[in-house]
């Protein structure tokens, strides 16, 4: 029921910056949103979520470099990265949770690749 499409993704330095975004194909009002990555040969892991209200939290390693917000009217998320490392170098996705079904919704992901 619920589409979700990533971008924003690419190529950058380390130190550098990119922002991505993740526009549902519904309202998203109501929803928790999030993102997650996944590195090659890792597990994917949470690194960011906004409540309806706007309360947020974070992966630990991206405090301070990471922001995510939402803009309801556009039924998109967002995450801003900010002095990017190698490590931060994963596929990015997209995630939300159906508010009846409680079911799983996902992205196709976007990469984001840090070179040193």
């Given at each position: 029921q619920v589409q979700l499409k990533e971008s924003g993704g690419g190529l950058v330095q380390a130190g550098g910056s990119l922002r991505l975004s993740c526009t549902a194909s519904t309202r998203i009002l109501l929803n928790a949103m999030d993102w997650y990555r996944q590195a090659p040969g890792k597990q994917r892991e949470l690194v960011a979520s906004i409540s309806r209200d706007g309360i947020t939290s974070y992966l630990d390693s991206v405090k301070g470099r990471f922001t995510i917000s939402r803009e309801n009217a556009k039924n998109t998320v967002y995450?801003?990265?900010n002095t990017l490392k190698p490590e931060d170098t994963a596929v990015?996705?997209?995630?939300?949770?159906?508010?009846?079904s409680l079911r799983d919704y996902w992205g196709q992901g976007t990469q984001v690749t840090v070179s040193s």
């Open positions: 995450l801003q990265m990015y996705y997209c995630h939300t949770e159906g508010i009846v």
